[in-house]
């Protein structure tokens, strides 16, 4: 992809509230690297992201751009070099928890994204002003790419106004950046992986096994996510299979080696030509020099050994591992202490033993014979099973450590708004809710409405499981206010036209507005007063302690705008107002909303057929609740007090807008 093509596809694919890459986080990362090392089908893999972002966003993108930026997203993080996995891409895909290696790696790809997160880390509040955010990205790519990247992987969350940095990742990659060398993090990077790719889990193996890929291993201790930073910013590749072969193989002739060479230390013939040294004194620890460079502890072990060699000449070749392991010295270093010693002659040989030629006579240590022996057989039997663990390894296609719990993790996201209950909403005739009575009046002596209502009640009684009638969802939608304590107490209604139907859902209203609520009800301009004193009857009456918390707007205009006064003939003006109908309660991420064809009356609750849709999913709350603000704010002119409800004159009403 070109530059231009990845930045067409990263705006077709941004989101606005908040900003983000769609499709796209460290989960979604880990599956597209997943799909290409194992050669699956990388839209499939993708599917589960698609379907839980599908759900977080209320939205449905091409799944062509999605997989399009992911492949773009691999190759520009260096997780994979044409067709080749990196070394970078091996340890994402070798640990439980990649999550923190990708965002690492992401902003090690950046300077320009670490230089945004180390500013934000700079503020002083806990939100950051969008404008000053957007002042720290320059050019197209900046704004459209990393911008929303940065938000798609968790480290900022960006809000059309404002920008919320999450400190502890951003922290965490910072950390990440510090400069670690290729040469000490490429062996750091085998130790992770190649458990993954040879089913070696022995930890002095797989050092020896590193070693030999990459030379000596480094003393220093790094975080995963600065080894996978450093890996990824300069591209080291994963070798080839033939050459992971060939360091095990190498390694496990090697343990032959000292396999045979430990044995050999086991079996040590009797005579020896060890000779023993007379220097007129017993050799103490004060004739092993060496200032501070070796502890007292270790004097007094390398006198015991000398002692134990002069004891018993079986033991002129010394296993030189049982003093580098107690003095933590290098062999050389052991060489130079051992020199100085009166009447010590030795060398070290290229298989890792002290051969002694001489040693003093006298010596005043203790013989280490007992212990060193059990030395021996312990090396000798680890040896053995490295000798094993290299044999049973076998190279192979590294397989994703964590493909299935990042599904998983991916899903468990989610907020419970984002996954919640929709339900297709309806009204039609309900013989058994109306009532015998209502319905004999209906059906009266006609056949043929006899008929309709035997279907009917069949219909209701094996309707499928994803309807609700509107009576059911009204009363839910209340109840999620009078059950749960809402944040946002707020009961919104729009509806062009209501009757007595207020009338029976004006209890459930009352114990809302006793627990604080405010009702916004928006509803169509009608010039005709009964109307107005219907709605005054119904439910204005039945609260009249609480009509502090009630507000009436109508929202009615006319197609051209002139001054209009009662004594007008409405009929010869172009009118357009509320048509739509919705219920809302609480904010998006706790409330509901009820939208569909159905006025709040008899006729659309009982007998018209109506349809609509019930849900909690937190974006279509939002939307619905966005649409009727928007709305509201618009009919702000038109707002009904309840004083004015109460004396509303007999002749004809002009909306407040145009008298």
């Not at 220097?279 to 200032?291: K, L």
Request: aromatic letters at 6%; proline letters at 4%.
């Amino acid at each position: 992809m070109t530059e231009n093509d990845v930045i067409d596809t990263a705006r077709a694919l941004r989101t606005r509230s908040p900003e983000r890459l769609w499709g796209v986080s460290p989960e979604s990362i880990y599956a597209a690297l997943s799909a290409r090392v194992t050669e699956g089908c990388l839209e499939e893999r993708l599917s589960p992201h698609v379907r839980a972002e599908t759900l977080r966003t209320n939205d449905e993108r091409e799944s062509k751009q999605v997989t399009e930026i992911h492949n773009w997203i691999l190759d520009e993080l260096n997780l994979i070099e044409g067709d080749q996995l990196t070394l970078a891409g091996a340890l994402v895909l070798s640990v439980d928890e990649p999550r923190p290696l990708v965002r690492a790696i992401i902003v090690a790809s950046s300077r320009t994204a670490e230089r945004v997160l180390r500013s934000s880390l700079g503020i002083d509040d806990e939100i950051l002003p969008r404008r000053e955010f957007d002042s720290l990205l320059a050019g197209d790519w900046e704004e459209t790419i990393l911008g929303p990247l940065l938000g798609s992987v968790g480290l900022v969350t960006i809000y059309p106004d404002s920008v919320e940095p999450h400190f502890e990742r951003i922290e965490l990659v910072l950390e990440a950046q510090r400069e670690v060398s290729t040469e000490s993090a490429t062996p750091e990077g085998y130790l992770h992986v190649l458990p993954q790719l040879a089913g070696i889990e022995d930890s002095d193996c797989l050092e020896a096994v590193a070693e030999r890929l990459v030379g000596e291993l480094s003393n220093d201790t790094f975080s995963l996510e600065s080894v996978a930073a450093s890996l990824a910013d300069n591209a080291v590749l994963l070798p080839d299979t033939s050459e992971l072969e060939d360091a095990i193989e190498e390694q496990h002739d090697e343990y032959e080696r000292q396999f045979e060479t430990v044995r050999s230390l086991l079996a040590a013939p009797v005579e020896t030509e060890l000779s023993q040294v007379d220097v007129g004194r017993r050799v103490s620890e004060s004739d092993i020099r060496g200032g501070t460079e070796i502890s007292e502890a270790g004097r007094e072990d390398l006198l015991n050994v000398i002692a134990t060699v002069s004891s018993d000449s079986r033991f002129a070749n010394f296993d030189l591992s049982f003093l580098t392991d107690r003095l933590e010295s290098t062999p050389y270093e052991l060489y130079q202490l051992l020199s100085q010693v009166p009447g010590v002659d030795c060398e070290i040989s290229d298989n890792g033993v002290i051969e002694f030629a001489t040693v003093p006579a006298q010596v005043a240590g203790s013989s280490l014979q007992e212990e060193y022996t059990t030395h021996l057989v312990d090396r000798c039997a680890a040896v053995k099973r490295r000798m094993n663990v290299l044999s049973q390894a076998s190279v192979t296609a590294l397989s994703p450590v964590a493909t299935d719990a990042i599904v998983a993790q991916d899903y468990d996201s989610l907020s419970d708004g984002d996954v919640a209950p929709a339900y297709f909403t309806y009204t039609l005739v309900d013989p058994d809710a109306l009532g015998e009575k209502k319905m004999d009046d209906y059906v009266g002596n006609s056949r043929g409405l006899g008929r309709e209502r035997a279907r009917l009640r069949r219909w209701h009684e094996n309707q499928p499981a994803g309807m609700r009638s509107y009576t059911a969802m009204t009363d839910r939608l209340f109840s999620l206010g009078l059950e749960r304590d809402l944040d946002d107490k707020v009961l919104r209604i729009m509806t062009p036209f209501d009757d007595d139907t207020f009338n029976e859902y004006v209890s459930q209203i009352r114990r809302l507005l006793n627990q604080g609520f405010e009702l916004r009800l928006l509803t169509r301009h009608t010039k005709e007063p009964w109307e107005w004193r219907r709605l005054q009857q119904n439910l204005l009456s039945e609260i009249k302690q609480h009509r502090d918390q009630i507000t009436i707007r109508s929202y009615s205009r006319f197609k051209q705008h002139q001054r209009v006064t009662p004594d007008m003939d409405f009929r010869d003006l172009g009118e357009f107002g509320i048509h739509g109908k919705v219920q809302t309660i609480g904010r998006p991420e706790e409330g509901a909303a009820l939208l569909g064809s159905a006025n709040f009356m008899e006729n659309s609750y009982d007998w018209n057929p109506e349809c609509g849709v019930y849900t909690e999913r937190t974006q279509f709350v939002d939307a619905a609740i966005n649409f009727f603000d928007i709305v509201w704010d618009l009919a702000e002119s038109d707002e009904l007090s309840t004083e004015r409800l109460q004396e509303v004159p007999n002749h004809q009403l002009v909306p407040t807008y145009y008298s």
